[in-house]
Antibody
Framework: QVQLVESGGGVVQPGRSLRLSCAAS????????MHWVRQAPGKGLEWVAV????????YYADSVKGRFTFSRDNSNNTLYLQMNSLRAEDTAVYYC???????????WGQGTLVTVSS | QSALTQPRSVSGSPGQSVTISCTGT?????????VSWYQQHPGKAPKLMIY???KRPSGVPDRFSGSKSGNTASLTISGLQAEDEADYHC??????????FGGGTKLTVL
């Protein structure tokens, strides 16, 4: 079955960087677009970014554009989210999710918590 | 990319029906047949319940149904059960391969 496992979360100071990973298994990873979605404590979900199956194209939410970089390694079935210039408002659980029809999320990981605090 | 508007909470008794609304604009909900709904139990990952406004993934009970009129989408849950108590999030395509969520609605089964 589809399995997505995020890692790399933790506590980081404002302005610093962090890289999240998402290990995928149970499906043909290189055939699917993938997303990052985040959820601030007690808040709703926020779409962060999408990457196409071959990694050639990425789109970002305005709130992270220019600071976050989404990449993937299809040989290792892994996603990466490089987060730079972190702000307090980036504090959230970050989920990776598999894409359906370029508009939906049909499988989700359990998330990794990022806390930006001094 | 403004968030879609959902009621903060709704409630209903077992066996009843409830409807959760999700209001956007002509640039998202009203402009595309691309609305989805996600169920999220406390401390758990979201689960896809509805996509393409009205479609249910395999395994989702037919008690869950979706609809859309203009800039407002709705999720209706009929025959409420205790296990339906959860947060529900709507999401819409917003053009240029971007997506926007609502603020989430907490469903309480009385």
């Amino acid at each position: 079955q589809v399995q997505l496992v995020e890692s790399g979360g933790g506590v980081v100071q404002p302005g610093r960087s962090l890289r999240l990973s998402c290990a995928a298994s149970g499906f043909t990873f290189s055939s699917y677009g993938m997303h990052w979605v985040r959820q601030a404590p007690g808040k709703g979900l926020e779409w962060v970014a999408v990457i196409w199956d071959d990694g050639s194209t990425k789109y970002y939410a305005d709130s992270v554009k220019g600071r976050f970089t989404f990449s993937r390694d299809n040989s290792n079935n892994t996603l990466y989210l490089q987060m730079n210039s972190l702000r307090a408002e980036d504090t959230a659980v970050y989920y990776c999710a598999r894409d359906l029809s370029s508009k939906y999320f049909d499988s989700w990981g359990q998330g990794t918590l990022v806390t930006v605090s001094s | 990319q403004s968030a879609l508007t959902q009621p903060r909470s709704v409630s209903g008794s077992p066996g009843q029906s409830v409807t959760i609304s999700c209001t956007g604009t002509s640039s998202d909900v009203g402009g595309y047949i691309s609305v989805s709904w996600y169920q999220q139990h406390p401390g758990k990952a979201p689960k896809l319940m509805i996509y393409d406004v009205t479609k249910r993934p395999s395994g989702v009970p037919d008690r869950f149904s979706g609809s859309k009129s203009g800039n407002t989408a709705s999720l209706t849950i009929s025959g409420l059960q205790a296990e339906d108590e959860a947060d529900y999030h709507c999401c819409s395509y917003a053009g240029s391969y971007t997506l926007v969520f609502g603020g989430g609605t907490k469903l309480t089964v009385l």
